[in-house]
């Protein structure tokens, strides 16, 4: 048997979504027996800060000390590498890979790379994420300089989109809330999106949009790098 890299997971953010992505690994995995998988170890923390309360709010506790807690947990327990099914909490990602002694993925490196190996080469990328994405900047910066634009909706669509991401948490997610975020996503394609990002893990949860524009979801583009380092 050839030997694998344990994967650790940074998890909670929230529980559902680690949930999700965990399923989507071993889907991933061309398996024939129980011992064909990888080897996973996950903090499914959902009593780590809001993100939301801290970058959004500007109300809540720092979420950095209890993810580094979490990150040398894990390296402790003996995981090769982190990964962090959370597209908001990379925005710690610099202070976690500096508390351990273990590569943490990226997922914003990893959905570049994605996209740039889309051809034709999408410029206006639309994000379906939740606000805090676009306050710190966590895509903009390293899109453009791969040659692509971060294309957010407008304040007031944003926080209808940020009401899907509350009742996803919620566990209260209606056939309401689906049509919303389609329509959200339908409107930057009439205002020029040419690829889309679904750069939140609540999002993952529900049914992808129906575009002509091709999407990414960036919870897959995590699966898929998490498996490779894994068996790498």
Do not use: W
Request: net charge negative; proline share 8%.
């Amino acid at each position: 048997m050839s030997v694998e890299k344990t994967v650790g997971i940074i998890g909670g953010m929230g529980p559902e979504a680690t949930v999700e992505f965990m399923r989507r690994l071993v889907e991933a995995v061309p398996a024939k027996d129980d011992a064909d998988h990888l080897h996973v170890i996950a903090d499914n923390n959902p009593k780590i800060p809001s993100r939301i309360a801290a970058l959004i709010e500007k109300t809540g506790e720092d979420p950095s000390p209890v993810l580094i807690r979490m990150a040398k947990g894990l390296e402790a327990a003996g995981v090769d590498f982190l990964t962090i099914p959370c597209n908001t909490a990379h925005y710690y990602l610099p202070a976690i890979a500096g508390a351990v002694g273990i590569p943490v993925l990226d997922v914003v490196a990893l959905a570049i790379a994605k996209l740039n190996g889309v051809t034709p080469k999408p410029v206006k990328i639309g994000m379906l994420a939740s606000p805090a994405v676009r306050l710190v900047g966590l895509f903009d910066r390293r899109l453009s300089a791969s040659g692509f634009e971060a294309f957010f909706p407008d304040e007031e669509t944003e926080a209808r989109l940020l009401d899907v991401i509350r009742a996803v948490k919620a566990g209260h997610v209606t056939p309401s809330h689906q049509r919303t975020y389609e329509a959200i996503a339908n409107r930057l394609a009439e205002d020029g999106a040419d690829a889309f990002l679904v750069a939140c893990t609540e999002l993952s949860l529900l049914r992808p949009p129906e575009l002509p524009q091709p999407l990414f979801d960036t919870l897959d583009i995590l699966v898929e790098a998490t498996v490779a380092a894994a068996r790498s």
